[in-house]
């Protein structure tokens, strides 16, 4: 089913990710008391035409926490498909086997697409997929971004129901959605994850441009992150 974008109401209060940036500088008190992992290395990837830069709050955030943090370090994500084997995989098998440990995986809106295909490609190597507000469930157009996306990636939206199989099937690692019914950018339902045993679905309050620094939604990376590997359980 194809899913129609958010309304233009919802558009335009993605202004409220600014203040959502200060609601994170002001909520670190707290933050820095979430539950602390094994240190393990995390992979975070930036949305549709952000770069790094945009993760730096949430990629600090985890650094403090005690993760080996890296970025996706390939500029500005153009939402090109063949980055994931071209570039994120062999970094990803190269992490793994400096570390010899399975690498957790962060991806905000198509980062977390591109995520979710990394960890299809590798699934050994992967120790866990989280994604921010990623509408891997829905068509091309359940979006309001979808023409910046034909313009920065080069290519028009068909609406292929292969395609869109593809995506929605999730891979074989434990799997947490975050997510916000009051997401301007994209549709909410078209970032449900079919729910059981190792996939889950958090709903948090805020913008889709705020999700990589909304203290709920880093409050939920954080929990995440510290289960012991192989232990994988629901967030209460």
Known sequence: EELAPPSRFLMLMEGRAVF???????????LRRAPRGDGHPVMVFPGLGATDASTRPLRGYLAELGYAVQGW????????RQVVDHYLLPRL????????????LVGWSLGGILARELAKRAPHDVRLVITLGSPFAGGGRASNVARLFEAVGGRRIVDDPLVRRRIREAP????????SRTDGVVAWRACLEQEGPTAENIEVRGSHCGLGHNPLALWAVADRLAQPEGGWSRFA
Do not use: C, D, Q
């Not at 959502?20 to 707290?30: C, T």
């Not at 370090?73 to 090109?80: I, P, T």
């Not at 992490?95 to 690498?103: C, E, F, I, Y």
């Open 172 to 179: 074989p690692v434990p799997l947490t959605s975050i997510y």
């Open 93 to 104: 098998r190269e992490l793994r086997a400096r570390t010899g440990r399975a690498v957790s």
């Open 20 to 30: 959502g940036l200060a609601a994170f500088y002001g909520a670190l008190p707290w």
């Open 73 to 80: 370090e390939l500029g500005r994500n153009l939402g090109r």
